[in-house]
Structures are given as structure tokens and as C-alpha cells.
DNA sequence: TCGAAGATTGTCT
DNA sequence: GACAATCTTCGAG
């Protein structure tokens, strides 16, 4: 098991601590079980000044845990349907988070598949962040806590070199649309989608 | 295989 | 009252 990762982690430039969580290992527990999964695309808000980020928008009741203590969660119900997970990095005036778009099942698969209706092949279970989050269990409740402790924490993973990661604008936004903020691990195939919206033809 | 649209609720104007 | 950092289903080609 790698180690947690700490408070310093976070207090960085999110641009740094999206790139570096990649291959990092989200694992949340409840009482039905734990489950794990490594992380494989990740995005960065950036601050106020980020029209994407919900920040922009001040600080709010919703907003504050992003202006909270690097190293929180922050989760957000999004479409009256999706939950979506981030984690806080700098905090203190430069509200940032990163938010985690899909990962790689490692452990508690059939957990996963329960809480996703059983249809999903195990690709499907975690590539996207409402996906990610109904196989993980993770809801509002926990918004705000702490990432270095149970129910919820993310732990040392493998280490992708600068070289394996790919860079591409965010998704899903219709402001800031070309900042290149997205990050992804190159080749993985549990990325929600593939860059450039050029999706793999299956006819080969 | 691809594009379009609906679901459904918390939050802010 | 409008809209959103999404996912799924449906219908056409």
C-alpha cells in the first residue's frame, strides 16, 4: 500500500498536483466495503479568475470548501442527477481544485458494478467523474473532509513520468473552453474521452 | 456509429 | 427562473 498523500501535496499549483495525481489511488470505504481505483484524468480550476471554476462565481455556502485547507475534498451535485469529486489544493485567496474524471478499478469491482446496475463492463464503471463517483460511493457526505484519513483517502500510486501524460482542454464547460488544463495518462483506455473528441474506431 | 435531447435538483441572480 | 465541471437512451444513417 502506498502511502497517503499529505497536506503538502495539495499546497501546491493545482496545474502541478492535477499532473501529479495522476496514477495516484483514490479508495473510498463504506459499510458495504472498500473500493479503489487509480486515478487517469484529471482537470484544473484554477482560481476567481478561471470563469470555469466555481469560484468565479465568489465565495459562496456552496464554494467553501475551495477556500478552504488544501488536501479537502470538495464534491458537488451537478444536473440534479451527478455527484463529481475534487480535492482542494492552495486554498487561503486562490480557491483551486482538482477535479478527477475517471479512473482505473483496482480493487472491490463487483461493489462497484452493484452500485452501478450491473450493466457496465468494467470499463464503463469509472470512466467519467458522476461515474467515478456512483461506483466509489461517493456522495455529499463527504464534501469537506479530509483526504488523508478514512472513509476517504488518496494514496501513493505509480509514478508517470512528464512524458506520459497528455494535455488537452477541459470538458464539459462553455466558459474558458481552451484553457489546456486537462491532463490525462497517455494510451490509458479508462479516460472518459479520448482528446480531440477523436474517438478509437473499433474497425481496424 | 454518431448526434441530439431529457432527467432532476441545488444554487445563485 | 435559469442553468450546470454529466450520463443514458433513442433514432437516423
Redesign the pocket.
Known sequence: MGRILPRDFYNRETEIVAQEMLGAIIECTTPEGTASAMIVET?A?VGEHDL????A??R????EP?YGRPGNS?V???????W?F?AVTRGEGEPS???V?AAEPLSGQSLMRRR??E??REI?LT??????C?ALGID?ALNDVSLQRKPLVIREGVKVSARDIETTP??????AVDWPLRYIIRGNPYV?RFPR?R?I???G
Open positions: 482537470e480550476y470555469a471554476c466555481h469560484a462565481a465568489g459562496t455556502k456552496r464554494t475551495l470538495y458537488y451535485f451537478i444536473y440534479g442527477v451527478h463529481c475534487n481544485a482538482v477535479l474524471r452501478r446496475g450493466r457496465p464503463d470512466n467519467g467523474p458522476g461515474k467515478l456512483e455529499g477541459r470538458i464539459g464547460i462553455s466558459r472518459s473528441a474517438v474506431r473499433a474497425r
